[in-house]
T-cell receptor, first 111, second 116 residues
Framework: QQQVKQSPQSLIVQKGGISIINCAYE??????FPWYQQFPGKGPALLIA?????SEKKEGRFTISFNKSAKQFSLHIMDSQPGDSATYFC??????????FGAGTTVTVRA | DTEVTQTPKHLVMGMTNKKSLKCEQH?????MYWYKQKAKKPPELMFV???????INESVPSRFSPECPNSSLLNLHLHALQPEDSALYLC???????????????FGPGTRLTVL
């Protein structure tokens, strides 16, 4: 039973465009929402994370938007670059070690 | 140094072989994790060690046997594996066995395991 639903499964965006990945959760006890970026042949790396008391967090070209009432959060990649081509996983946890991952989104940025 | 290293990078083994995967971190982290990741899927937690003691076993078959010889090293011993065990095996570490905020899990690059 997947606790975090992620969409789309894959997306293709032109260089300079905006990539948007959406995640939804049911468990209101979740209080930590990280996004991981994984390149082929590498392990996942933490990209950006947010707490539910914050509606938006921006780090460079990456922004998380959080809607607590809708139990949804999303990752926006602005000015997408070919180097952003990777698989992105959203996740959630309840103040413990266990990360509930979304299914993943493969992003391809075309030059 | 915020790096988790894993060896070997690739491993091919037969179903009757015994092999081991190795993970090392020098960040002073006291929690270490083994994950299994199938192609195009998210990582699945297998084991968690806290202060060199096994804290969590996510109902993993006994053909996978973890070991934590010291605070920097984590091994995964493999025996009598099945072809469906072929996957990317990831090691991760964090400061402590607790929630994610200010306790990021750092992942290694993984070992790509193929069972013939």
């Amino acid at each position: 039973q997947q606790q975090v639903k992620q969409s789309p499964q894959s997306l293709i965006v032109q260089k300079g465009g905006i990539s948007i990945i959406n995640c939804a959760y049911e468990n209101t006890a979740f209080d930590y929402f990280p996004w991981y970026q994984q390149f082929p042949g590498k392990g996942p790396a933490l990209l950006i994370a947010i707490r539910p008391d914050v509606s938006e967090k921006k780090e460079g070209r990456f922004t998380i938007s959080f809607n607590k009432s809708a139990k949804q959060f999303s990752l926006h990649i602005m000015d997408s670059q070919p180097g952003d081509s990777a698989t992105y996983f959203c996740a959630a946890s309840m103040d413990d070690y266990k990360l509930s991952f979304g299914a993943g989104t493969t992003v391809t940025v075309r030059a | 140094d915020t790096e988790v290293t894993q060896t070997p990078k690739h491993l091919v083994m037969g179903m009757t072989n015994k092999k081991s995967l190795k993970c090392e971190q020098h960040m002073g982290h006291r929690a270490m994790y083994w994950y299994k990741q199938k192609a195009k899927k998210p990582p699945e937690l297998m084991f968690v060690y806290s202060y060199e003691k096994l804290s969590i076993n996510e109902s993993v078959p006994s053909r996978f046997s973890p070991e934590c010889p010291n605070s920097s090293l984590l091994n995964l011993h493999l025996h009598a594996l099945q072809p469906e065990d072929s996957a990317l095996y990831l090691c991760a570490s964090s400061q402590r066995l607790a929630g994610g905020w200010d306790n990021e899990q750092f992942f290694g690059p993984g070992t790509r395991l193929t069972v013939l």
